[in-house]
Every structure is written in C-alpha cells, then in structure tokens.
C-alpha cells in the first residue's frame, strides 16, 4: 500500500538507502538549492538535511530525483492506477455515483475522498517566518515554497467533487508582503484556480485558499498532473497513493505536514518575483494575486519538501517523464487521430511540443499536403496547458511507422526532409503564450507556428558546410547543428531588420540555402555542442511571428512562406529574461562541502 505520510516514505527510502541523511548545517539560502541541483545531475539520492540553518524543521530535497525512485516510491500502486487509465475509469462518474466505487477493484476503491474531523496536521501553530526560507537562485525576490499543493474549491459548487490541486508557486515574504500576514501566489495561464478566482471575482466574495506542503508524496504529483478541467486531484491523488486522501472540513488536508491557511483577495495584486523558473531564466517581477494569511499549521515531525529548478533537466522533469507514462495512453481519447505528444523538457516543456498523428481524409489517394494533421494540430493548441505551446511540430504516422516522438533528433530530421515551407508554416499571431516565456512583446503574449509535414521524403539534407558558402558582413562561426540545421553567430542583436536583411541577401541557389533550417544565434559553438543546447537556445529565444524569417520569402493569400531555409532569430533580445547564474562565493562554499574531507564528501 502507498504511504500515509511524508515521514513514512522517509523511513522507507533510509530502509532501502535510497535517502543520504545531512546532518550538517546547510543554509537554505543559495547553498541548499546548490547542492540538491547537483546531487540531481548525477542521479544521487534524496536528501534530508537535519540542520537547515534558520528554521527548526527538517527539509527534504531530491525525493524525486530519478525517474527509478519515483517508480519505486508508487511501486504498489502503479499498475493499479495504469489499469484505470487502461479502462477510461472517469473519477467524475465516481464522485456522482459512490456505490460504484465500491465494485471496482484496487486503485479505484481510493478515488473517492474521506471527509474526517480531526487529523495530524492539526497538531501545532506557527508563523510563515518560521517557516524554511528556501532560496534558489541569487536575483529571486525572496524564499519561495517550490513543492506547494494549492487548494481551492469553486465558489459556485463548494465541496471536495469540485476542488483544484495545483502546483503555484508561493513567495513567502520579500516586495511588499506584511510580515507573516501575507504570501504571494502565481499561477499561470489556463490553470484550475483561475477558474475558481474569477468566480469569487464575479460573486464579490474572497476564495478560500489552503497551500498544503508535505504529505504522501502521492498528493504533490496529483498536483502537477495535467487532468481535464473537472476532474479532482485529489481523487488522482488516491488512487496513486492507494489510500483515499483526507481532508478536514473547509479544505485541509489532514495528513499534510504544513498547511497554509488563507483568502485571496478578489482585486488587490502586489509584485511577486523574480523567480528562477523552469525555462532556465528569471521571471520577473509582475503583479499576482496574494494570499491574506489566516493560519499556519503543522503536524509532530513535520518536513519540509522542495526542489529547485532551472535550466532543464531538473527534478521536475522526472514528473514530465512519470506524467507521460501514466497519461500517454490517453491521448487518443483526448485527441481523435493523434498517437502522441512530446513537450520537449530540454526547451523548456511549453515552447516546443513534437506529435504524431493520422491522415485519413482521402485513404484512396496520396497523401500530397497536411490536411487532418491540421486539425489535429488546432485541437492540441486547444487542449489545457496543450494551448501554451509556442511551437508545434506535426508529422502522418503512415510517413514513418517506427518514429519514436521521444526521438527528438531523428523527428526532427524526420520533419526536415518532409517540410514545404511555401505552404507548411501555419502561424497564429497575437495570442496566449506561457507566462514565463519572455520571448514575445509582453507578459503573456506572443505567437505559435505549427510546422506540419507529409509525404515522401523531399531533400537530402547536409551534414557539412559546404566550401562555397559566403555570409553577410556581421556574420560569422558557422556550424552544422544537426543535419540539415545551421547555427551561424550574428552581431549583436538590435532590431527584427537585421534577421530578416540576413535572409534576404540569399536566394535559394546559395550554398546555405541546402540547410532548410538555419539559426541565427549570439554563440554558435554553443548551439553546436549537444542537442540540449540547440533545443534550449533556438525555442526559448524565438518568438514565432517575429523571429521566423526566410529566404526568398513570400505572401499567398495572407500565409506566409519561403522558397528556401527557415531562418529562425535566436539570438538574445533586449527584451528576454535573463538567464540563471550561480553566485560565485556560492560555488566555492558547496566546492568546500564536497571536497575530500569536507561533511559532503562522495554524495556526488
């Protein structure tokens, strides 16, 4: 059976020594985030430090560090809830119908919540300054809670049937925050709170809010878990942690190990951030809701989970890797004709997603042009958080049976040998990105291109630079990224002119034109070095409509296109984020920690 606490897991993992115990002081200011970080990148173990300097609770850090350990961890419950996913079992019918529940074996007996009275988070009080103050990276804006479940419950159909588990991220002091009376709270576009925010908004009233930390670690992957608008987690969360979860009245967890107790105002904002977040780049300081603290709890023994994140691959990319697993199966149900979806951790998840799909329009005839692939195509950009995707590469299973949409080098070779880019760039302009995509003119705005590509293989594509190839003036360091992909250094960047004159001083007779996509970037040995590199580079610097341009490009009945290479700009804007850097005197400090005779020694 699943855990019934965090502390249980604990013991578990130090039973099966898969935990490292730090009984070392470690500051959870920089240091802490430093070290976790590492431990990650060599597939260390989780990691419970005993003396986080600055607060009397525990912390754990790393727990799911590996994709294996994770597994492990749900070791009892994995096939249960596969086989629910297996059998379409739709919680909500559950919910509506509790005597089903009761006929159906293992993992769907637990979906249902258990409403109890009394329960170990209840055990003390305490304050948010209290609380461990973890600290990423040097510019964030303050200590941040980075494993959060946030509670609501919709204000038009209280109850658990209707209640959001999301993963927001919560500023627990700095900017302008009353001291241990308020907490900012960020959430993204097209996230369940939202809904639940503008509700209250509409009925003037403040929305109840409880930020849990802690718990069977059942409870923090439900609240990454991307379900359809409806659907509790926490009935996920059940299923997954093979005990019904328990919530106090008024939306409490009962066996968390901290809880914040709270009300978010209806219009009132303050600045949050910055924040080291997920794309590799600080988010910046904007205006977000805040939560009117009224109650900080937590159980005997608590601890205090949390990652960091950055640049990926980080620990939350073994959530992506998990999430997919379980969901996978699903995605034609969800998407009619489409066989899979790949958001790509290594641009940053939401800028770039890869799928496969069916085309089925015409099965007595050739298939010469996308056609069901774009429909295909407009119903993933509908699709929950599906719609932030900035970039979306679409390929006919029929084309390459064996295409692996995991295989990110081979599809994409796969879609450059196909792509027609007189007619197969389709973009939708002043729209929704994610929020921590700084690459568009503002917060939350940007554009998308789908790239849908079909039929025989149409060019061969290089993989050298052939000699006669002559760059503009400015430009120089070209490299061959992959084949058929070209990373040329450019001067620095001052206007959407200059990449669009590069590609104008070709026609599709020059050398360069053999590369049908071509990059525009401030380093290209960099881009060069590994595909990671190229993928973090060229999607999370580019902004579709603006920074996609072509040689010998054209209009036809408004759609653009171009007879040649796609140039993509990805060069550093003024306007970008700037990237995640280490504090020096930092570095040095957790070198020391690990040295030989240092109390980190051999944990990476």
Same mark, same amino acid.
């Given at each position: 059976?699943?855990?019934?606490?965090?502390?249980?897991?604990?013991?578990?993992?130090?039973?099966?020594?898969?935990?490292?115990?730090?009984?070392?002081?470690?500051?959870?200011?920089?240091?802490?985030?430093?070290?976790?970080?590492?431990?990650?990148?060599?597939?260390?173990?989780?990691?419970?430090?005993?003396?986080?300097?600055?607060?009397?609770?525990?912390?754990?850090?790393?727990?799911?560090?590996?994709?294996?350990?994770?597994?492990?961890?749900?070791?009892?419950?994995?096939?249960?809830?596969?086989?629910?996913?297996?059998?379409?079992?739709?919680?909500?019918?559950?919910?509506?119908?509790?005597?089903?529940?009761?006929?159906?074996?293992?993992?769907?007996?637990?979906?249902?919540?258990?409403?109890?009275?009394?329960?170990?988070?209840?055990?003390?009080?305490?304050?948010?300054?209290?609380?461990?103050?973890?600290?990423?990276?040097?510019?964030?804006?303050?200590?941040?809670?980075?494993?959060?479940?946030?509670?609501?419950?919709?204000?038009?159909?209280?109850?658990?049937?209707?209640?959001?588990?999301?993963?927001?991220?919560?500023?627990?002091?700095?900017?302008?925050?009353?001291?241990?009376?308020?907490?900012?709270?960020?959430?993204?576009?097209?996230?369940?709170?939202?809904?639940?925010?503008?509700?209250?908004?509409?009925?003037?009233?403040?929305?109840?809010?409880?930020?849990?930390?802690?718990?069977?670690?059942?409870?923090?992957?439900?609240?990454?878990?991307?379900?359809?608008?409806?659907?509790?987690?926490?009935?996920?969360?059940?299923?997954?942690?093979?005990?019904?979860?328990?919530?106090?009245?008024?939306?409490?967890?009962?066996?968390?190990?901290?809880?914040?107790?709270?009300?978010?105002?209806?219009?009132?904002?303050?600045?949050?951030?910055?924040?080291?977040?997920?794309?590799?780049?600080?988010?910046?300081?904007?205006?977000?809701?805040?939560?009117?603290?009224?109650?900080?709890?937590?159980?005997?023994?608590?601890?205090?989970?949390?990652?960091?994140?950055?640049?990926?691959?980080?620990?939350?990319?073994?959530?992506?890797?998990?999430?997919?697993?379980?969901?996978?199966?699903?995605?034609?149900?969800?998407?009619?004709?489409?066989?899979?979806?790949?958001?790509?951790?290594?641009?940053?998840?939401?800028?770039?997603?890869?799928?496969?799909?069916?085309?089925?329009?015409?099965?007595?005839?050739?298939?010469?042009?996308?056609?069901?692939?774009?429909?295909?195509?407009?119903?993933?950009?509908?699709?929950?958080?599906? *719609? @932030?995707?900035?970039? #979306?590469?679409?390929?006919?299973? $029929?084309?390459? +049976?064996?295409? %692996? &949409? =995991?295989?990110?080098?081979?599809?994409?070779?796969?879609?450059?040998?196909?792509?027609?880019?007189?007619?197969?760039?389709?973009?939708?302009?002043?729209?929704?990105?994610?929020?921590?995509?700084?690459?568009?003119?503002?917060?939350?705005?940007?554009?998308?291109?789908?790239?849908?590509?079909?039929?025989?293989?149409?060019?061969?594509?290089?993989?050298?630079?052939?000699?006669?190839?002559?760059?503009?003036?400015?430009?120089?360091?070209?490299?061959?990224?992959?084949?058929?992909?070209?990373?040329?250094?450019?001067?620095?960047?001052?206007?959407?002119?200059?990449?669009?004159?590069?590609?104008?001083?070709?026609?599709?007779?020059?050398?360069?034109?053999?590369?049908?996509?071509?990059?525009?970037?401030?380093?290209?040995?960099?881009?060069?070095? *590994? @595909?990671?590199?190229? #993928?973090?580079?060229?999607?999370? $610097?580019?902004? +579709?409509?603006? %920074? &996609? =341009?072509?040689?010998?490009?054209?209009?036809?009945?408004?759609?653009?296109?171009?007879?040649?290479?796609?140039?993509?700009?990805?060069?550093?804007?003024?306007?970008?984020?700037?990237?995640?850097?280490?504090?020096?005197?930092?570095?040095?400090?957790?070198?020391?920690?690990?040295?030989?005779?240092?109390?980190?020694?051999?944990?990476?």
């Amino acid at each position: 059976m699943g855990y019934s606490s965090l502390r249980a897991c604990v013991d578990d993992l130090a039973r099966a020594r898969m935990l490292r115990v730090v009984d070392v002081e470690i500051d959870p200011y920089l240091e802490m985030g430093e070290v976790q970080r590492r431990v990650y990148a060599r597939g260390g173990p989780a990691l419970l430090f005993t003396r986080p300097k600055g607060t009397a609770f525990p912390m754990l850090g790393n727990l799911f560090g590996t994709l294996e350990r994770a597994r492990w961890i749900f070791r009892d419950t994995l096939e249960g809830v596969r086989a629910l996913v297996d059998a379409r079992v739709d919680p909500r019918e559950l919910l509506r119908h509790p005597a089903r529940a009761l006929r159906l074996p293992g993992a769907a007996a637990h979906l249902l919540p258990r409403t109890v009275r009394s329960g170990p988070v209840l055990a003390h009080e305490t304050t948010v300054s209290a609380l461990p103050r973890l600290t990423s990276w040097p510019d964030d804006g303050g200590p941040f809670i980075t494993l959060p479940q946030v509670y609501t419950e919709d204000p038009d159909r209280p109850g658990l049937r209707h209640g959001n588990l999301g993963m927001y991220r919560v500023q627990l002091s700095g900017n302008d925050y009353a001291r241990d009376r308020e907490v900012g709270l960020h959430y993204q576009l097209h996230r369940g709170i939202g809904v639940h925010h503008a509700a209250a908004v509409r009925r003037g009233e403040p929305l109840p809010v409880s930020v849990f930390v802690g718990g069977p670690p059942a409870m923090t992957l439900a609240a990454v878990m991307p379900l359809p608008e409806g659907l509790p987690e926490i009935a996920f969360a059940g299923a997954l942690g093979g005990r019904a979860v328990r919530m106090l009245p008024g939306g409490v967890h009962a066996d968390a190990d901290f809880v914040i107790r709270g009300v978010l105002d209806q219009h009132r904002t303050k600045p949050e951030g910055p924040f080291g977040d997920h794309l590799g780049y600080y988010s910046r300081r904007h205006e977000f809701p805040f939560l009117r603290v009224e109650k900080v709890l937590h159980r005997d023994g608590a601890i205090w989970p949390f990652t960091t994140v950055g640049r990926p691959p980080q620990e939350d990319t073994t959530f992506g890797e998990l999430i997919h697993e379980l969901t996978a199966p699903l995605v034609p149900d969800v998407l009619p004709g489409v066989h899979a979806v790949h958001a790509v951790d290594a641009a940053g998840v939401h800028p770039l997603l890869l799928a496969i799909g069916s085309e089925r329009y015409t099965p007595h005839e050739p298939v010469r042009r996308p056609m069901e692939l774009l429909t295909q195509a407009n119903a993933i950009l509908g699709q929950g958080q599906m *719609s @932030l995707a900035k970039y #979306l590469f679409i390929v006919a299973r $029929r084309d390459a +049976p064996d295409l %692996d &949409v =995991h295989d990110v080098a081979a599809f994409l070779r796969h879609v450059l040998e196909r792509v027609d880019p007189t007619r197969d760039l389709h973009f939708q302009t002043n729209t929704t990105i994610d929020t921590l995509d700084y690459s568009g003119p503002a917060l939350n705005e940007g554009s998308k291109l789908v790239i849908a590509a079909v039929g025989d293989k149409r060019r061969e594509l290089p993989t050298a630079i052939a000699g006669d190839l002559r760059l503009p003036d400015g430009f120089s360091e070209p490299r061959v990224v992959l084949p058929g992909v070209l990373a040329v250094r450019g001067p620095r960047f001052s206007s959407p002119e200059g990449a669009e004159a590069f590609a104008a001083s070709f026609s599709a007779r020059d050398a360069i034109a053999r590369f049908p996509l071509v990059l525009l970037v401030d380093d290209s040995d960099l881009v060069a070095r *590994s @595909l990671d590199d190229f #993928l973090w580079v060229t999607f999370t $610097r580019s902004d +579709p409509a603006v %920074d &996609v =341009h072509g040689i010998e490009s054209s209009y036809a009945h408004k759609a653009w296109g171009c007879r040649a290479s796609i140039v993509v700009d990805a060069r550093t804007k003024p306007h970008h984020a700037p990237p995640l850097e280490m504090d020096a005197q930092v570095i040095r400090r957790v070198d020391a920690l690990a040295a030989p005779g240092g109390p980190l020694h051999g944990l990476y």
